[in-house]
Structures are given as C-alpha cells and as structure tokens.
C-alpha cells in the first residue's frame, strides 16, 4: 500500500506541475506570434522570434544538467521560473520584433533551467512509476501546452489587450513554483566534495562515458527532428489561418487544441505498443504518419483538411515522442546528463525549425515549409532502419564467435 502511494503521489505531482508548465508555454505559443504580426513583423522574423527561444535553451541545457546533479532539481527549477516570470513580464514593453527576439531568447535561456530540472527529476523515478508512463512527461506538459494553454490563448486574443495577455502568463507562470514547494520537499542533490575544478572535471568525464553510448544518437536525432517540425507547426499554422486565410486567431488555436489532444490521446493510451513493436518499427510508423499529414498540410486549401492534417501530424508526433521517452527512461546513468543531452537535442530543433521555415515561408509560400520537413522524416526513418541492420549484423557476429 505505501509504495501504491508513493507511486500514485509521484504521478500526480509531475502531472500537475507539468500541466501547469505547459500551459503557460501554450499561452505563449500563440501570443508571442500574434503580438508579432500586431508589429508588422516579416515571416522571417516571425521565425526568428520562435527559433532563438530554441536557441537560448540550448545554450544552458548542457550546463543545466551538470547543475541539477549538484544544486538540486527543485533550486535550479525555481530559479528558471522565476527568470522566465521576469522576461515574460518584460514583454509588455515590447514594441519592435527585435526587442521581442531578445527577450524570446532570454526566456529560452532561463526555461532550460526549469525543463531540465523537471525532466531529471522525473526519469530518475521512472522506475518507480513505471516504464511504461515514460511519455507521460510531455504528455502532461502538451494538456497545457496544446490544450489549456491555446484554449486559453484563443478567448484572450478576442477579449483582452496583448498587455494584459502577457500579465496573465505571468501569473501562470508562477504557479508551478508555488506548487514544487508543496510536491517536492527536497530536491536531489548528489553528495560530492571538491573544489569546482574537480566538479567540472567529474562531470565532463561523466559526459564524455555517455557520449561514447552508439544507441544514444539515434534517439537524440529523432528527437531533433521532431521538435523541429513541432515548433514550425506551431509557430505557421498560425501565420496560415491568420495571413492566409484570414481567418481569427481562435481557428489557429483550434487547430493546436485538436494536434494536442491526439499527441495527449497517443501518449498516454498507446504506451504498450513500447512492448509490442520493435522501437525501429515504432520509429519508422512516426516518421510515416507524421510525413503523411505534412503532405496533406502542404496541399490542403480549406480548414477541414487542414484540420485533419492536424489530426495525423498530432499521431504521428505522439509515436514518435512515446518511442523516443521509453529510450531515454531506459538509459542508465545519471539522469541530469542524459536529459540534458535530449533537452539540447529539442533546443536544436526548436531553434532550426522556425529559422528554416520562416525563410522557406517568405520566399517560397507558407505551405512548403511543411513539404521541406518530408524528405527529412524519410531520411532519418531510413537510418533507424539501417541502424536496426547493423545491430543485427553486429549480434550475429558475435553468436558466430
């Protein structure tokens, strides 16, 4: 009974705090672009303001693991919230794209501290809670993200000012770092003595043993990957509703709410298909499904196949997301790292996806930025697939001597 306990409160503090995160985040995903548009900001810019949020997160997540295994997750949580309460705020005053792209990259920079610190906090008890929850994680984080947060985001851009709008983020924002208080009693910190020299030498050596890990790049790629298109998705679907179609903001916000809720549905309902396909299989199945709605995203002309478009390409992300999780939660080693490693892989795919977009979008149209991402979903489902060949060459081999 006390371990169905543990097990159950464990659960529902990475749920609530996740939900919460990801909330604000949600609210900022539709916000900051239309705030950009409201300052005439170019397709281009528009794709900078979203890529360098990417980019600043991944300057400090690799740092942010080492941090975690010596400072503890829930202070290096509160300080990221409390930095990204300032910079949100700080919004208010924005009035040129580039200020907002400053501040969009500050905000990044700070967020890696809070998502890193969660996520090793998370995998080191995934034991506990089950292998099987390993994409509960963002799971939880996309209610808020791509439900709550847009939900919200969609009613706020009809009723109330961008200020305002940015005052209630804020607000949002916060409540996580009220909330660890009341979960997280204490947070892990590992017990090791020495000057920070030798902190640093034992960590980059550490880093160094994971690196040298051949199963670990794949993974970390599909990561890439995904977030990139997830982050474009996120960002032009909006400027395609509201440029494009002329359509109010409450569609875009939609049609993120519909992509999230299958991503969710996916998640949290088909993890056993971790235990009855083959993780290349699983990968392969993403990469398709998602491949299939950029296509139809890529031709669509009207809101119903854009939002069935929205439909696949939220299965497909959630696949390859479940798939991705399990691996991580299975690596063995000190958390803080692994997750920074992933971490620094979403970065680099939060940055690169906006950033290739936004200029794929202005010069090319809108729609094939969605078309450029296929080619790359095939290519990166073909190397799992060669991946699997090698490993399999590589046992035989070894049964053979």
């Given at each position: 009974?006390?371990?169905?306990?543990?097990?159950?409160?464990l659960?529902l503090?990475?749920i609530?705090?996740?939900?919460?995160n990801?909330t604000?985040g949600?609210l900022?995903?539709?916000i900051?672009p239309?705030?950009?548009?409201?300052?005439?900001?170019?397709?281009?810019?528009?794709?900078?303001?979203?890529?360098?949020s990417?980019?600043?997160?991944?300057?400090?997540?690799?740092?942010?693991?080492?941090?975690?295994?010596h400072?503890g997750?829930?202070?290096?949580?509160?300080?990221?919230?409390l930095?990204?309460?300032?910079?949100?705020?700080?919004?208010?005053w924005?009035?040129t794209?580039?200020f907002?792209?400053?501040?969009?990259g500050?905000?990044?920079?700070?967020?890696?501290?809070?998502?890193?610190?969660m996520?090793?906090?998370?995998?080191?008890?995934?034991?506990?809670?089950?292998l099987?929850?390993?994409?509960?994680f963002?799971?939880?984080?996309?209610?808020?993200?791509?439900f709550i947060?847009?939900?919200?985001?969609?009613?706020?851009?009809?009723?109330?000012?961008?200020p305002?709008?940015?005052?209630i983020v804020?607000?949002?924002?916060?409540?996580?770092t009220?909330?660890?208080?009341?979960?997280?009693?204490?947070?892990?910190?590992?017990?090791?003595s020495?000057?920070l020299?030798?902190?640093?030498?034992?960590?980059?050596?550490?880093f160094?043993?994971?690196?040298?890990?051949?199963n670990?790049?794949?993974?970390?790629l599909?990561?890439?990957?995904?977030?990139?298109?997830?982050?474009?998705?996120?960002?032009?679907?909006?400027?395609i509703?509201?440029?494009?179609?002329?359509?109010k903001?409450?569609?875009a916000?939609?049609?993120?709410?519909i992509?999230?809720?299958?991503?969710?549905?996916?998640?949290?309902f088909?993890?056993?298909?971790?235990?009855?396909?083959?993780e290349?299989?699983?990968y392969?199945?993403?990469?398709?499904?998602?491949?299939?709605?950029?296509?139809?995203?890529a031709?669509?002309?009207?809101?119903?196949?854009?939002?069935?478009?929205?439909?696949?390409?939220?299965?497909?992300l959630?696949l390859?997301?479940?798939?991705?999780?399990?691996?991580m939660?299975?690596?063995?080693?000190d958390?803080?790292?692994?997750v920074?490693?992933?971490?620094?892989?979403?970065?680099?795919?939060?940055?690169?996806?906006?950033?290739?977009?936004?200029?794929?979008?202005?010069?090319?149209?809108?729609?094939y930025?969605?078309?450029?991402?296929?080619?790359?979903?095939?290519?990166?489902?073909?190397m799992t697939?060669?991946?699997?060949?090698?490993?399999m060459e590589?046992?035989?081999?070894s049964n053979?001597?």
């Amino acid at each position: 009974m006390s371990s169905f306990f543990v097990k159950n409160k464990l659960i529902l503090s990475f749920i609530t705090l996740n939900i919460t995160n990801g909330t604000a985040g949600g609210l900022l995903q539709i916000i900051v672009p239309l705030y950009a548009m409201s300052l005439n900001a170019t397709t281009v810019q528009i794709g900078m303001i979203r890529g360098v949020s990417g980019l600043g997160f991944l300057l400090l997540v690799i740092p942010a693991g080492f941090l975690v295994g010596h400072y503890g997750s829930k202070r290096l949580f509160v300080l990221g919230s409390l930095a990204v309460t300032f910079t949100t705020l700080a919004m208010v005053w924005a009035r040129t794209p580039l200020f907002l792209t400053y501040l969009m990259g500050l905000q990044g920079f700070f967020r890696s501290l809070r998502i890193t610190a969660m996520n090793s906090s998370f995998f080191r008890n995934l034991k506990t809670m089950g292998l099987e929850k390993a994409g509960w994680f963002k799971g939880s984080m996309s209610i808020g993200f791509t439900f709550i947060g847009p939900l919200m985001a969609g009613y706020l851009a009809k009723e109330a000012s961008f200020p305002l709008m940015f005052q209630i983020v804020v607000m949002v924002t916060l409540l996580p770092t009220l909330l660890i208080f009341f979960f997280h009693k204490d947070g892990h910190r590992l017990d090791r003595s020495g000057g920070l020299r030798e902190i640093i030498s034992f960590q980059v050596d550490d880093f160094k043993l994971l690196l040298r890990r051949k199963n670990l790049y794949l993974p970390l790629l599909a990561e890439s990957v995904g977030a990139a298109f997830n982050s474009a998705f996120s960002t032009f679907i909006i400027v395609i509703v509201v440029r494009t179609l002329n359509l109010k903001p409450m569609f875009a916000s939609t049609l993120l709410i519909i992509e999230g809720a299958v991503y969710i549905l996916t998640v949290f309902f088909a993890g056993t298909l971790i235990y009855r396909m083959k993780e290349n299989n699983l990968y392969l199945l993403g990469f398709g499904v998602t491949s299939l709605g950029a296509i139809i995203l890529a031709l669509a002309e009207n809101l119903p196949i854009i939002a069935l478009a929205t439909v696949i390409i939220g299965f497909g992300l959630g696949l390859l997301n479940m798939v991705t999780s399990s691996q991580m939660g299975a690596m063995e080693g000190d958390k803080g790292k692994i997750v920074g490693l992933f971490a620094a892989s979403t970065g680099v795919g939060m940055s690169v996806g906006p950033f290739m977009g936004g200029f794929i979008g202005q010069y090319f149209g809108n729609r094939y930025i969605f078309a450029f991402f296929v080619p790359i979903f095939l290519l990166t489902g073909i190397m799992t697939k060669m991946h699997e060949s090698r490993m399999m060459e590589v046992g035989a081999d070894s049964n053979a001597a």
